[in-house]
């Protein structure tokens, strides 16, 4: 329930709809991979493809769906992607030594990410010092595979096409973390009206 002037309500009443319908569209759809994942270890985290602005919005509504946030911006944490690694290998950098330079110049609470494609690239992240292993687009049972090679040691993320039909069996494979791009990029927003109702004398 809301109260003020009628004019200000009104001139402000698409506006506030919208950020309300986006926000809590957000909301449930989190709310529902997170209940897809129950009785599991995993954790239901979002990404950065947020909407222009609104980053800081669609991640509070994100946690207020009982997910968890994820980077807010690449200050947060160092990520090491596939191209990244492409380019310095090219110029003959191995994996450990890009792990070694990126501690040395981020802050110490910083971790380290690396993103990889298959179980073998996975044991090599590990193995060189990663403090996170992204595992992209992989099956849920590769997830598995890498999850009982790589150890307690290392957190685990699944990342990539994952959907409501599919969260279950990826986090049985045993990640500690999901990433869900959908949750911010693509939700449904939720149908929120606004109704006048007059008081009483």
Excluded: W
Excluded at 109 to 120: A, R
Aim: net charge negative; proline share 2%.
């Amino acid at each position: 329930t809301i109260s003020g002037s009628m004019a200000s309500i009104l001139s402000a009443e698409r506006t506030a709809l919208n950020f309300l319908q986006r926000m809590s569209g957000i909301a449930t759809l989190t709310s529902e991979y997170v209940k897809a994942v129950e009785g599991t270890t995993a954790s239901i985290v979002d990404t950065r493809k947020t909407a222009p602005g609104l980053r800081l919005l669609d991640k509070y509504a994100v946690s207020v769906g009982g997910g968890r946030n994820h980077r807010m911006s690449l200050a947060d944490g160092v990520l090491i992607k596939d191209n990244h690694l492409a380019a310095l290998q090219a110029e003959g950098i191995s994996l450990a030594q890009v792990i070694k330079q990126a501690r040395l110049r981020a802050p110490h609470t910083v971790k380290i990410e690396v993103e990889v494609e298959s179980v073998e690239a996975a044991i090599a992240a590990s193995s060189a010092g990663a403090d996170i292993v992204m595992l992209d687009n992989m099956s849920p049972l590769d997830m598995r595979r890498a999850v009982d090679q790589i150890g307690a040691d290392c957190t685990v993320e699944a990342s990539g096409g994952i959907t409501l039909e599919n969260v279950a069996d990826v986090a049985k494979s045993g990640v500690d973390i999901i990433s869900v791009g959908a949750l911010t990029h693509s939700p449904r927003a939720m149908d929120i009206s606004l109704e006048f109702e007059s008081k009483s004398a």
